[in-house]
């Protein structure tokens, strides 16, 4: 079991920037796959970016590369969206999770899920 927590979110104007912060327990966290994706109204939930258990590498949506960056420090058990140049388009509720096993955009092969934090860029 796994337990994941979001921070970071806000409201931030066009061109600015935000970080957001997913904090883990439970399992070993360094073993996982883990990815960020995102939930604007009316919308599906969309694969952000993702970075494997060594951060070694990492993906991004077509959307964010170039603004956003995806990093992780396994020693405190949590993994980062560093967002710049932020962009109306951006507002949605931000997600992070966790899978075992190799990279994946599928939201449904994550396993465990946090509860979400909210980015409001405003225009």
């Known amino acids: 079991q796994v337990q994941l927590v979001e921070s970071g979110g806000g409201l931030v104007q066009a061109g600015g920037s935000l970080r957001l912060s997913c904090a883990a327990s439970g399992r070993t966290f360094s073993f996982y796959y883990m990815g960020w994706f995102r939930q604007a109204p009316g919308k599906e939930r969309e694969f952000v970016a993702g970075?494997?258990?060594?951060?070694?590498?990492?993906y991004s949506t077509d959307s964010v590369k170039g603004r956003f960056t995806i990093s992780r420090d396994n020693a405190k058990n949590t993994l980062y969206l560093q967002m710049n140049s932020l962009k109306p388009e951006d507002t949605a509720v931000y997600y992070c999770?966790?899978?075992?096993?190799?990279?994946?955009?599928?939201?449904?092969?994550?396993?465990?899920w946090g509860q979400g934090t909210q980015v409001t860029v405003s225009s």
């Open positions: 999770a966790v899978k075992s096993g190799g990279a994946s955009y599928y939201l449904n092969e994550y396993t465990y």
């Open positions: 970075i494997t258990w060594s951060g070694g590498a990492t």
